[in-house]
């Protein structure tokens, strides 16, 4: 079974520039999560959705940052425009429940860097 | 709000030394709880979790027990090795959206 992706690995920009990340869950998994994780600290949940809709963004600084996940499946966390204090690791994670089981499943992460 | 306490670190043990590394939590209701493992250069991996006060997860020699009592779940390993080295997040999930609530994670050496 294929793992979640995530798409780019890494990625520089200068603030006050905009960027994209990218996300394919694993296959069948209606729920998704965008955390981000900055620097000797533990993940923080920026937003998630089941199935194409969001059921937690309290979290998500929408003055600059937004997500989407039109048709259920891949999901795109946007950034614009960047901040320095925005560098950190952005990690998707998705989630698999059933009779015995509740776990995430997290992707290997974009690391951001902002200038 | 919940939240996960985890001990300072980083740790630094010899291989076959016995770790332990204290994680406490506060949440409302009955939270599930996890620990985590990021290996260097990988993503987030679930290593254990319990569901219910006084379950013991286990995994790879590690194990952890649900502690309501004193709100704790402990991570624990008997003989560490090299490969053993990586960062451990203590975790828990409450709620109808089993949102994940992290905390600081600890950095583990392993020298041989």
């Known amino acids: 079974e294929a793992g979640v992706a995530q798409s780019p690995r890494y990625k520089i920009i200068e603030k006050r520039q905009s960027v994209a990340f990218w996300c394919n869950p694993i296959?069948?998994?209606?729920?998704l999560y965008w955390y981000q994780q900055i620097l000797g600290q533990g993940p923080k949940l920026l937003i998630q959705f089941q199935n194409n809709g969001v059921v937690d963004d309290s979290q998500l600084p929408k003055d600059r940052f937004s997500a989407e996940r039109l048709k259920g499946v891949d999901s795109t966390l946007k950034i614009q425009p960047a901040k320095l204090e925005d560098s950190a690791v952005y990690l998707c994670a998705s989630r698999v429940k059933g009779a015995g089981t509740d776990t995430q499943y997290f992707g290997p992460g974009t690391r951001l860097t902002v200038l | 709000g919940d939240s996960v306490t985890q001990m300072e670190g980083p740790v630094t043990l010899s291989e076959e030394a016995f770790l332990t590394i204290n994680c406490t939590y506060t949440?409302?209701?009955?939270?599930?709880l996890f620990w985590y493992v990021q290996y260097p250069g990988e993503g987030l991996q679930l290593l254990l979790k319990a569901t219910k006060a006084d379950d013991k997860g286990s995994n790879k020699g590690f194990e952890a027990t649900y502690r309501k009592e004193t709100t704790s779940f402990h991570l624990e390993k008997g003989s560490v090795q090299v490969s053993d080295s990586a960062v451990y997040f203590c975790?828990?999930?409450?709620?109808?959206?089993?949102?994940?609530?992290f905390g600081k994670g600890i950095t583990l050496s392993v020298r041989p």
């Open positions: 949440a409302t209701g009955y939270p599930s």
């Open positions: 296959s069948g998994h209606a729920t």
């Open positions: 975790a828990l999930s409450s709620g109808a959206n089993s949102k994940l609530t």
